[in-house]
């Protein structure tokens, strides 16, 4: 009998229709590497696995070994460790490109977006299960509470949408929110001529306090009285969750 750890945020699907949906949503075809975050005990990697080329699925707790090796997936390579602590550079090395599917641990989903986004050279896509309130900011449109770092930063990198909407009944043990299934498809085209860590500490700096003005926020990065010559009153009085993506690219350009 296996012993759920709350420190590894392990809630586990098993609904064969539920798994079958994810794998089909981040169209995984015969020839794709697929990256899963979180093997849990293995449905979801045995759905990957009958499409896939190869599966590389890690698992924190190597409590859950015997487990997943006793499913003898011939495509995949189970590795028991933390994903947070793999270097995606030497990961890449051996591959061309890949998806990732994943049940993400909830106490720990923004982190392993933020280092998948901001690390990696050959990342397609990633199909993810997040909270729904995740999903929301995931998504959210400029204006409102939702929209913030992870928005923008989202959008910098490619097109995220919500798939579908997951009821916390499907889950085992439950846990006490709805979750969801967001696609996020890169493009690296996108923004290519914009440094990416320097957009990314600007985008930071922006949102470093909600109720202040652009200005104020800024001013963190930059001294006022060049942030004043260079932006006018209009764009620094402003918050920057009223900002699309395209007008914090404009703004970035005219400071950088």
């Not at 590795?79 to 270097?87: E, I, L, T």
């Not at 914009?194 to 922006?206: G, H, L, T, V, Y």
């Not at 001013?219 to 010559?229: A, F, G, H």
């Amino acid at each position: 009998m296996f012993n759920f750890k709350k420190k590894f945020g392990q809630n586990f699907l098993s609904d064969k229709n539920l798994l079958k949906a994810i794998v089909s949503d981040a169209e995984i075809t015969a020839n794709d590497v697929v990256l899963e975050i979180g093997a849990g005990a293995g449905a979801l990697t045995k759905e990957i696995s009958l499409v896939a080329k190869k599966v590389i699925a890690y698992e924190i707790d190597t409590d859950l070994k015997d487990i997943l090796e006793s499913l003898d997936l011939k495509n995949v390579e189970f590795v028991f460790s933390d994903f947070m602590n793999v270097n995606l550079k030497d990961f890449e090395k051996e591959i061309d490109s890949f998806k990732v599917v994943a049940n993400l641990p909830y106490y720990i989903t923004t982190p392993i977006i933020f280092k998948l986004l901001e690390e990696s050279e050959k990342l397609e896509s990633l199909t993810i299960m997040v909270q729904k309130e995740v999903a929301e900011r995931i998504v959210a449109k400029e204006g409102g509470k939702d929209y913030g770092i992870l928005t923008l930063m989202i959008n910098f990198f490619g097109e995220a949408k919500i798939d579908r909407i997951v009821k916390r009944q499907m889950f085992n043990p439950m846990p006490n929110v709805d979750s969801a299934v967001v696609t996020i498809k890169i493009d690296r085209k996108k923004y290519k001529e914009i440094d990416k860590e320097k957009f990314s500490k600007f985008i930071r700096a922006s949102f470093s306090m909600r109720r202040k003005t652009l200005l104020n926020n800024l001013s963190s990065i930059l001294p006022k009285t060049e942030l004043k010559e260079k932006l006018t009153e209009n764009i620094l009085s402003r918050r920057a969750e009223t900002f699309s993506i395209d007008e914090f690219i404009g703004i970035y350009k005219m400071l950088f």
